[in-house]
């Protein structure tokens, strides 16, 4: 047998997976062909407070955490401290991205396959309520970003020392609002993913994620895994080791040899006890920690719930606190790297800048580079299980598993 | 009446714009009122058939792209480009500016150098394009308007409102007259200027004005930023438009 998958839809950008039993032995390969825009070479000769707004380019599902991601590492080149109110509004940011990003990759790639339907054309048609309650989220989502970082797609505002506009306290009321309006909906998307039959399939791996010492992952932290590792963000070559394989455009993470999962599953296993109060009770209804990488889906609907209680948290208390903050301009040559979770696992930025503030050295690892060696060994083990299946059982069971990683290759490939 | 056919493309990018059709305030009407023939966003079963409209989102930055968009073209009745990626090649298209051979290397090691990376041209140098939405990324007015004007049997007409207008409306104070260089007064306004809102600079995502004032801007431009400042502020999300890239394109 010897299956070529050259068009997977409803995964954002382009992957094809191979995959082929030669002599009783399987063979598959996930193999990433969307076009390298090659970020870290045109970066290099950028000024150093330009690099946020162009990575975050490198998606439009999540630019906001590469915007941060990028702004952290330039603060880090510099040694610039920020205060507390800024880490408060990026974790803020960080959570209606999560709103964006979950709420779109659920209902609009990952849900309509579980319905039965051909899409999201076809489940708006038999269910315009479950369509709207992910426009509601996905809403919410967007009036926390534009509210925090001036623009919904590609923020604007986020500036090395902070926010060149801070949102007023009128502003994060409505946040408040939106928020409020919203955790009902997110609740409901935990209902409906849990209530979806997945494959019967369990392969546990290590879970990567970052740790502030506080809040569950979001912004800035040391990577820990399930694995006992515990390390600073600086060391995270250590822990990806990157290699490129000529038949991907998206280079491969490892950690002693083998792969490794980040994302929303990561985050919820790793860190269950420091979930919103509603969240954490719907992810011990649900039985986590969890080894079915297709859970994966009902963690992210449990990080709905999470984001929303937790940003309505954040913006309660800066609708009462928020004040203006001058963010002094400085300039000097270093080295940093730059650490959030974005939607779909943990993100790394590093870069060198010059003492013009010019970067000369930059390097981006998403999240979905870090996963596809995972998303590679859990094919190989679902496809080894599940061998006496007819071709087209197999072809589904590939499609399903690699959209519930949801992969995002644009940003893999950057 | 039968539901024009729509056909949406996703080329090398970040499909940002598409995310902005999903917030588009009339999604629901558009879910309703077209039939997506193809969409690989959106659903598992996509055709190639003659699409009424089809829109191209993304960079041609393959030679794979180019024969994809040729048979797009031969398709489609209107072809729509998508944000300034499909306008103007976006920001891939800086690469050209680059040793992109060098630049494959720096980001793979040797054996990248085989990757398929070719110079970003703006699509309607590839194929005849009937309309531009801007924007890095586009609007969701921008996107309304366009859909409800085509599906009129109407061709959207561009306008010549820079930017500056729309910090007018917003009641921003010009940045400019602070001594910040901002490219609003020769870009294409109608994004409701959410850069110069937060205190940033226009970066000039939208593309160039049909008739820019090009000589005034670097004039006044000279008087607060270094030559190299002012070619990265034109080097950036329309790099490859015409009047941009005379300024983008030169030395640093």
Known sequence: MNVEMNYITQIEGHGKIHFEVKDGKLDVRMEVHEGARLFENFLRGRRYDEVAAMSSRICGVCPLPHNYAATQAIENAMGIQVSEQTKMLRRLGIAGQALQSHGLHLYVLAFPEYLNADGIVDVYMRNPEAVKRALRIRNAGNVVVEIVSGRAVHPVSSIPGGFARIPTKTEMKRVVKELKAVLNDCIETCTLAGSLKYPDFERKTEYSAIDDGVHFPAYDGMIVSSEGVRAKAEEYRKYTNEVYRPYSNTKFSTRNGHGFFVGAIARVNLFKDRLSPKARELAEQFKFPSYNPFYNLIAQAVELVHYAEEGLEIATELSKTIKDEKVEKVVRAGTGVGVVEAPRGTLFHEYTVDANGIVREANIITPTAQNVQNIEEDLYALLSKNMNKPREELVRLTEALLRAYDPCFSCSTH | ?252
């Open chain 2, 1 to 252: 009446m039968a539901k024009p056919k729509v056909a949406l493309f996703d080329l090398t990018d970040c499909e940002g714009c598409e995310v902005e059709i999903v917030n588009s305030k009339y999604i629901d009407r558009v879910l309703e009122g077209v039939e997506f023939v193809h969409f690989r966003l959106g659903q598992r079963t996509n055709r190639w058939e003659n699409f009424d409209v089809a829109f191209i989102e993304g960079s041609v930055i393959t030679n794979h792209e180019v024969e994809l968009v040729k048979a797009i073209r031969e398709h489609s009745k209107y072809v729509v480009a998508l944000g300034s990626c499909a306008c103007f090649g976006g920001i891939a298209g800086l690469n050209n500016f680059t040793d992109v051979n060098e630049g494959k290397r720096y980001v793979y090691g040797k054996e990248g150098e085989k990757i398929d990376v070719i110079p970003v041209k703006p699509l309607g140098e590839i194929i005849k394009v009937d309309v531009m939405i801007r924007g890095c990324p586009i609007t969701r007015d921008d996107f309304d308007k366009v859909v409800s004007d085509l599906l009129m049997g109407k061709i959207p007409r561009e306008h010549t409102r820079p930017v500056c207008m729309d910090c007018k409306s917003k009641g921003n104070s010009c940045l400019l007259l602070k001594g910040i260089p901002c490219a609003g007064p020769v870009t294409y306004g109608g994004c409701g200027a959410p850069c110069p809102s937060s205190n940033m600079p226009c970066d000039g995502c939208r593309g160039p004005l049909e008739t820019p004032e090009m000589s005034a801007e670097l004039e006044l431009l000279k008087k607060m930023a270094s030559q190299d400042d002012i070619v990265r502020l034109f080097r950036k999300y329309a790099a490859n438009a015409q009047f941009f890239k005379e300024v983008g394109g030169g030395k640093q």
